[in-house]
């Protein structure tokens, strides 16, 4: 938190510099610049009126001094006209001042002018407060500019120093984003090892007390036929506890960390094999291979197609090539299934169907193996339940 407030803290102070480089350039662009050409426009007018004067001195007839007097009454309205549109621009400090003072010397310069009297001593006169009034717009004007200069380089260093603040930001918050998914990876594994010991916990438990049962189950009944009916119904329920039991312990082992490198396991085989199982005709290309250990690869096989065939009447199985993977689909005819992959383990009464067990296992045998496990439904076509393996 300390962190992110000293980051704004600066942000504020960076922007803050950047609005003072607006106000100087603002400053300089709006008013002393335009300002010493106004002055400058306004000392040529003059110069224009000195020329103006001496032709009329020296015209040799009237005609010409006439014609020079009236050059010099457009030249004098034009340096009104000039200093009109100085008068417009913002005031610096001791400005008005100096312009009050131009005033009055062209005052004086028009009554000397009227008299037909000599003008140079007036002329020179207005000149300098019109320098003088140039100079301060001027020391102005440099002033802006070593300021702007002097937040151009502080700017340089600020933008400097906020991205190396922010790269430092960037680069802890990564560690500690690092940290926080390291540490969430270990607790899932840890609870996955918590979940293997506990499937094989559940089974022990399960099966050290049926061993006893087991034992009066299979006594002989003797020729009572309804005594015989209901122990071979408790077998056939002991079976399926059995059967539940070893689908746990298949569960706990999918989990263990394979060889490494992964062997090379042929497909057809093990695929016809769990097929034939299945009471299902598959045909496989024999060249293809999978990176996947062979005893895995049957128990993904068998319970792959144990899990989705009896749910529907038809179950096309086909392994594509797609570059460094083999897909291994399952397209049941109609509507069969919901997400076979639900996340969820399946409740009795839940409203949602759940993955089953033998899928579950199947999918941490796929992702042990680095391999991936997918369903999805298109509009118009068949839901598929796929598996992709490495390819060797």
Same mark, same amino acid.
Request: glycine share 6%; hydrophobic share 45%.
């Given at each position: 938190?300390?962190?992110?407030?000293?980051?704004?803290?600066?942000?504020?102070?960076?922007?803050?510099?950047?609005?003072?480089?607006?106000?100087?350039?603002?400053?300089?662009?709006?008013?002393?610049?335009?300002?010493? &050409?106004?002055?400058?426009?306004?000392?040529?007018?003059?110069?224009?009126?000195?020329?103006? &004067?001496?032709?009329?001195?020296?015209?040799?007839?009237?005609?010409?001094?006439?014609?020079?007097?009236?050059?010099? %009454?457009?030249?004098?309205?034009?340096?009104? &006209?000039?200093? &009109? $549109?100085?008068?417009?621009?913002?005031? *610096?400090?001791? $400005?008005?001042?100096?312009?009050?003072?131009?005033?009055?010397?062209?005052?004086?310069?028009?009554?000397?002018?009227?008299?037909?009297?000599?003008?140079?001593?007036?002329?020179?006169?207005?000149?300098? !407060?019109?320098?003088?009034?140039?100079?301060?717009?001027? =020391?102005?004007?440099?002033?802006?500019?070593?300021?702007?200069?002097?937040?151009?380089?502080?700017?340089?260093? *600020?933008?400097?120093?906020?991205?190396?603040?922010?790269?430092?930001?960037?680069?802890?918050?990564? /560690?500690?984003?690092?940290?926080?998914?390291?540490?969430?990876?270990?607790?899932?594994?840890?609870?996955?090892?918590?979940? $293997?010991?506990?499937?094989?916990?559940?089974?022990?438990?399960?099966?050290?007390?049926?061993?006893?049962?087991?034992?009066?189950?299979?006594?002989?009944?003797?020729?009572?036929?309804?005594?015989?009916?209901?122990?071979?119904?408790?077998?056939? !329920?002991?079976?399926?506890?059995?059967?539940?039991? %070893?689908?746990?312990?298949?569960?706990?082992?999918?989990? !263990?960390?394979?060889?490494?490198?992964?062997?090379?396991?042929?497909?057809?085989?093990?695929?016809?094999?769990?097929?034939?199982?299945?009471?299902?005709?598959? !045909?496989?290309?024999?060249?293809?291979?999978?990176?996947?250990?062979?005893?895995?690869?049957? $128990?993904?096989? =068998?319970?792959?197609?144990?899990? =989705?065939?009896?749910?529907?009447?038809?179950?096309?199985?086909?392994?594509?090539?797609?570059?460094?993977?083999?897909?291994?689909?399952?397209?049941?005819?109609?509507?069969?299934?919901?997400?076979?992959?639900?996340?969820?383990?399946?409740?009795?009464?839940?409203?949602?169907?759940?993955?089953?067990?033998?899928?579950?296992?199947?999918?941490? *045998?796929?992702?042990?193996?680095?391999?991936?496990?997918?369903?999805?439904?298109?509009?118009?076509?068949?839901?598929?339940?796929? /598996?992709?393996?490495?390819?060797?």
């Amino acid at each position: 938190m300390t962190v992110v407030v000293v980051v704004f803290i600066a942000a504020t102070a960076y922007t803050q510099l950047l609005l003072g480089s607006d106000v100087d350039a603002l400053d300089l662009a709006g008013n002393a610049a335009p300002s010493v &050409a106004f002055v400058g426009e306004a000392r040529a007018e003059l110069r224009l009126l000195a020329r103006d &004067a001496a032709r009329a001195e020296a015209a040799a007839t009237p005609a010409l001094a006439d014609a020079a007097r009236q050059a010099f %009454a457009e030249h004098r309205r034009a340096v009104d &006209a000039t200093l &009109a $549109e100085y008068a417009k621009t913002p005031d *610096y400090p001791g $400005e008005r001042a100096l312009y009050a003072i131009v005033r009055k010397d062209l005052a004086i310069l028009d009554a000397r002018m009227a008299a037909h009297g000599d003008i140079d001593k007036e002329l020179d006169a207005v000149d300098a !407060s019109l320098r003088a009034l140039s100079e301060v717009n001027r =020391t102005h004007l440099i002033g802006a500019e070593q300021r702007i200069a002097r937040a151009g380089r502080r700017r340089n260093v *600020y933008a400097f120093l906020l991205d190396g603040v922010g790269i430092l930001v960037a680069v802890l918050a990564t /560690i500690l984003s690092a940290r926080i998914v390291n540490r969430y990876v270990a607790t899932l594994r840890r609870r996955a090892r918590e979940l $293997e010991h506990l499937a094989i916990q559940v089974g022990h438990d399960i099966a050290n007390p049926l061993a006893p049962i087991q034992v009066v189950m299979y006594a002989d009944p003797g020729g009572d036929p309804a005594q015989q009916k209901a122990l071979e119904r408790g077998r056939r !329920s002991l079976q399926r506890i059995e059967g539940t039991i %070893a689908k746990l312990s298949q569960f706990a082992r999918a989990g !263990s960390a394979p060889p490494r490198p992964l062997p090379r396991t042929p497909l057809l085989p093990v695929l016809h094999a769990a097929g034939q199982a299945a009471g299902l005709e598959l !045909s496989v290309d024999p060249s293809w291979q999978v990176r996947c250990p062979e005893d895995a690869l049957r $128990e993904i096989c =068998t319970d792959l197609l144990a899990a =989705t065939s009896p749910t529907v009447d038809d179950v096309t199985v086909r392994a594509t090539s797609r570059a460094v993977r083999v897909r291994i689909c399952c397209a049941p005819d109609g509507d069969g299934l919901a997400d076979p992959f639900d996340p969820r383990l399946h409740t009795p009464g839940a409203d949602h169907p759940g993955i089953d067990l033998r899928l579950a296992t199947v999918r941490r *045998y796929v992702e042990a193996c680095g391999g991936r496990v997918g369903w999805h439904r298109r509009r118009g076509q068949r839901e598929e339940l796929w /598996i992709e393996l490495l390819r060797a």
